[in-house]
């Protein structure tokens, strides 16, 4: 069974310009959440996707956002990037019921320059 | 809003000792707890899951309890190797559907 695929596994952009994120997860998991890893903050909630919908959502500016598709992939944007989003994005997926553990990626490793 | 503070932040242990790590939060109100590793760079990998109604589990050198309504997890490693040298974290699912984590233990298991 494979796992929660991210891609790419490294990105390198320019201040201002903006990033999309993806995410397959589980076969037949319909949660996906994200998260942003930093040395200094630790591991921060972005949001939460089930069924298309955004169901959760974390403490960030809205130059972040994401969606889902209608086979559970995700995308995660951030738009006019500065030099503070520069981390690694982790997505877990789920069934969708809060009685099951999460899954996670290997991540996205972003540096902005 | 759920807080989860993990202690001590580093260990450092030689091969073979059994040793805990904890995690205490502050909301009692929670659906489950699941402990991560992560090695540097990497995701997480899942370790174990301890439902709200459950006080323990297990699985292999790895045992983790769940006290409610002390607010207090532990994830005990027995026979350390030094291929469990990795951070570990906890996070703890609440009611809103929204999972928080610990900053972590690392963990260095010297051979």
């Known amino acids: 069974k494979a796992g929660v695929t991210q891609t790419p596994r490294y990105l390198i952009k320019t201040r201002g310009q903006q990033v999309t994120l993806s995410c397959s997860p589980i076969?037949?998991?319909?949660?996906v959440s994200w998260y942003q890893q930093t040395p200094g903050q630790g591991l921060q909630f972005l949001f939460e996707?089930?069924?298309?919908?955004?169901?959760n959502k974390g403490n960030f500016p809205g130059r972040f956002s994401g969606r889902q598709f209608s086979n559970s992939r995700s995308e995660m944007n951030v738009s006019t990037l500065e030099l503070g989003d520069s981390a690694l994005y982790l997505c877990?997926?789920?069934?969708?019921?809060?009685?099951?553990?999460?899954?996670f990626g290997s991540g996205t490793r972003l540096t902005v320059v | 809003k759920q807080e989860v503070t993990q202690i001590p932040a580093a260990l450092s242990v030689p091969e073979g000792e059994n040793l805990v790590l904890n995690c205490s939060f502050t909301?009692?109100?929670?659906?489950?707890l699941q402990w991560f590793r992560q090695d540097p760079g990497k995701g997480l990998t899942s370790l174990l899951l301890?439902?709200?109604?459950?006080r323990e589990q297990t699985s292999g050198r790895l045992n983790a309890s769940l006290d409610k309504s002390s607010g207090r997890s532990t994830l005990y490693i027995a026979a350390s190797q030094p291929g469990d040298s990795a951070t570990y974290l906890c996070?703890?699912?609440?009611?809103?559907?929204?999972?928080?984590f610990g900053a972590g233990t690392r963990l260095t298991v010297k051979p």
């Open positions: 301890i439902q709200s109604s459950q």
């Open positions: 909301d009692s109100a929670i659906y489950n």
């Open positions: 996070a703890v699912m609440g009611n809103n559907n929204d999972m928080r």
């Open positions: 076969s037949g998991h319909r949660s």
């Open positions: 877990a997926s789920r069934t969708g019921t809060a009685n099951y553990g999460y899954t």
């Open positions: 996707y089930f069924s298309e919908t955004q169901r």
